[in-house]
Each structure stands twice: as structure tokens, then as C-alpha cells.
């Protein structure tokens, strides 16, 4: 080797060094510049809670377990919810066409699978290294599949000797037609011995009371690393179900819809009620991570009622380990104290900042439109959609902007400064950026983001494009599918090799209808690369739509939920 080789590998195991040191300690706001194989730690919030860790992945069809090295460990890859996964090399544009990819198999479940996949990498499970597929069922039940095989390796049970799963309470059919997990779970790689699942159920005993319970899961076994804990929470209030000025959790009240979030080495649980039935209220509960000793609870509408979290994505985090949540309808004192916030500390039907510590929750901004009151009487949720943190912008002066975007029933894009979300002015808008009806059907789903554009599909509306530029949205979508999307819309996820061979998943997933998976092209969504129903003879058909799913994309393959289990779609043999 000669001295200039030598030297250049030298500088070349520097920077890589230097650059996992980087992924370890955070390195911003920008997913894609803060992910590491298998750990996948986000943004600096904590180990273990993003998608797209790095490199290498299964190859073809039939895949290689050894190979794959991209985790998906939290809903929509990572901690600020941004739905692209950076690390894919198997699926390209040239190759996910009807010729060539398509349903490989079906795992199932023993009930409908509203919680999204999640996906870890060389799991040693019977002296063997996977990579495998997490399955939550609303039966309460967890399964372990081998992505590329689908051999099922492990299944457990999170209900109670003698439970069932929950019936449906004040006969909501939101979730039917019985409720166990709903949530998506969370992962961290890092805690225990073989990394741990996290994940809430909810069941009935034979004495017909309910039960929530949050589970932290050996990721080999399934078996409770400790032991489960009973989800209890009590606050200082005179809202709704409050009795001589405490209100108390009632299991069998409320649901957890939003997905779980691992951040600052805690468990966030966020909740909703049945169908806006019974004397409800917002919660957010936090548990240690370590131990599921609980840290903090907060009621957001402890004077008032309602204000449930009823969105899929749940909490997102930045980097600091801030917290960001969108309540739907509820009580918001417009009377304001002097710091500007509600007198009776009720934040519902708004966005709210919130600060953790290690025993404490608060509320430290928020954001609540000018008629906040008057669409919450009508149901008018702005937590209908989901939260979405933005990578770092620059403004068109230059400065770094950290901004959130979301959406509710009324069809209004909202873009708002993390660093001053706006609170709120009774006759002028404090949105930095505010599209009305930019979502004319009103949003019930996720955004995604890639590329500096964001994608998102409103109920009976296509699938669109919204470009950033100057930290600023376009006023229109700079382009949008031909297909259109009924409820709940749908809630759209990337893969991409970093900059190229991006593809944007999305679902048509009514339940009363046949599903559908579509592939575009994100720089023009009038470009459908593939969708499920193009093949003939049914080839890749899998089933009835589940409305609360989100395509899960990792090493090759893409995951499905279903009324019976999950799809698995990817390279088809030769």
C-alpha cells in the first residue's frame, strides 16, 4: 500500500467514524442525517425509535435475513413522524412494475391489524438471525413473522387470564368489532437484552371491567421483560367526570389510537375516547422506559371536556426532545392569563408544545385558531390529521426555521413555527402559513415528507404534492394523482436510496371496499409506477381495506394490514 492510499484510508475510516458519532448523538432535525444500523436512533430523542437506519437490505423475493440492516422501529420511521425511509436499495422504479413486483403472501392474524408493522433486523430468535416482522392484532395478540419467509417464529397473548379483548364500548364501531391493539407499538433495540417492544391492550375481565395495559416486550420471545402495568392516571379539575376536583383514567373510557412514542427514555401514551360518547377528557401518560414506573400524566382539558388525541401518528419529537400533539374538538379557554395561555389550562382542538422532564408534563406553547370555539362545537377536529415535524428550512432571509405541519376536518393546511407556535388571537390567525381548504375533504390521515415537498391525500381527494420553498408551502399542489383516496384518505409513505429511485406508497383502504396499494413517482404524481389491481386474474389482491394503515416499507418489501393479517409485497421470483 502506498503512503497516499494509506492516508486516504485512513481519512476515510476518520469520517465514518466521525459520522456514526454523529448518528449517535442526534446531528438536527433531519431524519435522513441521524440514522445508524439497527439502532436507529432520531433526531437525538432517544435510541431506538426511528425507521431507516442504514445501508444494505434483502435481495429479491426471497430476500437474504442476513443482509438487511433497515429497521422500522415507530410509526412512520421516526420520532418526527416523516414517513420516508432513506435507506431502501432493493425497490426501484425500474422494478416495481406489475412484471416484476407483487403480493408474495398473506402472514395472518386473529383479528383485524390496525397498528402498523414494525420491522427489526438480525433478531437471533431460535439460534437463527431474522429479520422480522411485528404484527399487532385487535384481539390483543403480537406475532413475530420472518419478513422474507414468513415463518411464524413467536406469537403472544397481552390479555389477562380469563379476558377477551374490549368489547366495543358505548357501541362505537371506530374500532370493530372488538379492540385490543390499536396503537402502533414502539421499539427500542437498546433496552433489555435483546431490545423491547412496547405496546398498550386493552381488554375485558370476566367482571366486565376494562382493562389498559402497557406491555414492554423481550423482542425474542415476546414474553413481559417486566411486568405489565395498568394505565392510572389522576389530575386536579372540575371538567368532565370529575368528582370533589379530581379527575380519574377510566380504562374502560377511553382507547389509544395515536401511535406510542419513545423520547427523553420515556413510553408517551395519548389517548381517545369511543365515538365522543361519555364524560371524557385529553390525556397524555408517560412511563420510564427502563421499568414502566409512571413518570408524569397530564390532562390538557382538566376544566373542561374532550380534546382526545384521535390522529395515527400520536406525539411526534424534535431533537431537543420537545413534544408536539394535535387535540381534536374540546373545550379552549379563549380568556387568556398573562403569559397567554388558557386560564383554565383546557388546550383542546389546537397544537400543543409540551416539556418533559423525568417526573413533570406541561404544556410550553401552542396554537389554536381564531375559531377554535366554534368548529369544536360543531366537531370540526384539528387533530383529525396527524402531526409532522419538517426538517430544517431556511427562510428567504437565511434563517433556520423548525416548523410542523398538519391538518383537521376543515380542509386547512396549517404551517407553524416549533419555535413560536402562535398561541392564539381571537380576531388575526398566528399559523405562519395557513392553506384554506387547501384539503377540501378534510384530513383524517398522515403526511409525508421527502425531497422538500410533503404528500398527503384527503378523504375522497387524490393524493398531492405540496412543495417548501423558503420555508414556505406552495399555494396549490405542484401535482397530484389521477386516483382518489375515500376515507380516511390515505396516509403515504417513501422509500428512496437516499436522493434517487424514490417511490411514494399509498392506500386506498376503505373497509368497505377491496384495498389497494399504489406506487408514484413523488416528483409527479401523475406517474403511477404500480398498484395492486393491475395484475390479472386478482393476482394481487389481499383483501378489504383497513382504515387506520399505513404502508410500511423496508429491505425489499412493503407491509399491508389487513381485516386478517398482513400483506407482504416485494420482488416476485423469476
Known amino acids: 500500500m502506498t503512503t497516499t492510499h494509506h492516508t486516504r484510508a ?21 431524519p435522513s442525517m441521524a440514522t445508524s444500523s439497527s439502532s436507529g436512533t432520531t433526531g437525538g430523542t432517544s435510541s431506538g425509535t426511528s425507521g431507516g437506519t442504514s445501508g444494505g437490505t434483502s435481495g429479491g423475493s426471497s430476500g437474504g435475513s442476513t443482509a438487511a440492516t433497515t429497521d422500522v422501529l415507530t410509526y412512520h420511521y421516526d420520532s418526527m413522524r ?34 402498523a408493522p414494525l420491522v ?22 403480537i406475532y413475530a413473522y420472518d419478513a422474507d419467509s414468513g415463518a411464524l417464529l413467536a406469537q403472544a397473548s397481552m390479555l389477562g387470564s380469563g379476558e377477551t379483548a374490549s368489547d366495543m364500548v358505548h357501541n362505537c364501531d371506530q374500532v370493530s368489532p372488538k379492540i385490543g391493539i390499536t396503537a402502533t407499538p414502539v421499539i427500542d433495540r437498546k433496552q433489555g437484552p435483546n431490545g423491547t417492544l412496547y405496546v398498550v391492550a386493552m381488554s375485558l375481565d370476566s367482571g366486565s371491567a376494562h382493562h389498559q395495559r402497557l406491555h414492554a416486550l423481550d423482542l425474542t420471545t415476546l414474553a413481559d421483560r417486566v411486568p405489565a402495568v395498568e394505565i392510572t392516571a389522576t389530575a386536579q379539575g372540575t371538567g368532565s367526570g370529575s368528582s ?18 419513545v423520547a427523553n427514555s420515556q413510553i408517551y401514551t395519548v389517548w381517545a375516547s369511543h365515538c365522543d360518547v361519555g364524560a371524557y ?9 427502563a421499568t414502566l414506573a409512571q413518570t408524569a400524566s397530564l390532562n ?17 419529537a424534535d431533537s431537543s426532545g420537545a413534544l408536539y400533539g394535535m387535540s381534536g374538538n374540546g373545550t379552549f379557554d379563549t380568556v387568556l392569563t398573562n403569559a397567554g395561555f388558557p386560564v383554565g389550562g383546557d388546550f383542546g382542538n389546537g397544537v400543543m408544545k409540551l416539556a418533559s422532564t423525568a417526573t413533570s408534563l406541561a404544556v410550553s406553547d401552542f396554537y389554536e385558531a381564531t375559531n377554535t370555539v366554534s368548529e369544536s362545537n360543531g366537531d370540526v377536529d384539528l387533530g383529525s390529521g396527524s402531526p409532522l415535524l419538517l426538517p430544517d ?71 398531492k404534492a405540496f412543495a417548501i420553498d423558503h420555508a414556505q408551502l406552495s399555494s396549490s399542489p405542484v401535482s397530484q394523482t389521477q386516483a382518489t383516496f375515500p376515507f380516511p384518505g390515505a396516509s403515504p409513505s417513501v ?23 399504489r406506487a408514484y413517482n413523488p416528483a409527479d404524481l401523475s406517474q403511477e409506477y404500480y398498484d395492486s389491481t393491475q395484475a390479472a386474474s386478482d393476482r394481487d389482491a389481499f383483501g378489504n381495506g383497513e382504515k387506520f394503515i399505513t404502508p410500511v416499507v423496508a429491505n425489499g418489501k412493503v407491509f399491508v394490514g389487513t381485516p386478517s393479517g398482513v400483506a407482504i409485497f416485494g420482488l416476485l421470483s423469476p
Request: overall charge negative; proline content about 2%; hydrophobic content about 40%.
Open 10 to 30: 485512513c481519512q476515510a475510516l476518520l469520517f465514518a467514524a466521525l459520522l456514526a458519532l454523529l448518528s449517535a448523538c442526534g446531528g438536527g432535525d433531519d
Open 82 to 115: 416523516t414517513g420516508q425511509n432513506l435507506t431502501e436499495t432493493v425497490l426501484t422504479p425500474a422494478n416495481v412494475t406489475t412484471a416484476t413486483f407483487g403480493l408474495l403472501r398473506t402472514v395472518p392474524a386473529d383479528a383485524p391489524v390496525d397498528a
Open 120 to 141: 427489526a433486523t438480525h433478531v437471533s430468535i431460535g439460534g437463527s438471525s431474522h429479520t422480522v416482522v411485528y404484527v399487532a392484532s385487535e384481539n390483543a395478540t
Open 244 to 261: 370533589n376536583g379530581i379527575l380519574t383514567f377510566d380504562p374502560s373510557q377511553y382507547k389509544e389510537r395515536g401511535a406510542l412514542l
Open 281 to 289: 377528557n385529553g390525556w397524555v401518560i408517560a412511563y420510564n422506559e
Open 300 to 316: 390538557y382539558t382538566p376544566n373542561g371536556t374532550m380534546g382526545a388525541t384521535w390522529n395515527v401518528a400520536g406525539l411526534a
Open 393 to 463: 428550512q431556511t427562510d428567504a432571509m437565511g434563517a433556520i426555521r423548525h416548523l410542523l405541519i398538519g391538518a383537521g376536518k376543515d380542509g386547512n393546511v396549517l404551517l407553524l413555527d416549533r419555535d413560536n407556535l402562535g398561541k392564539y388571537n381571537g380576531s388575526t390567525d398566528t399559523a405562519l402559513q395557513r392553506l384554506v381548504g387547501g384539503l377540501s375533504g378534510g384530513l383524517f390521515a398522515a403526511f409525508a415528507y421527502y425531497n422538500s415537498t410533503v404528500y398527503v391525500a384527503d378523504v375522497g381527494g387524490s393524493l
Open 495 to 517: 422509500s428512496a436510496n437516499g436522493k434517487t429511485n424514490a417511490i411514494l406508497w399509498a392506500l386506498n383502504s376503505s373497509t368497505g371496499s377491496a384495498a389497494v396499494l
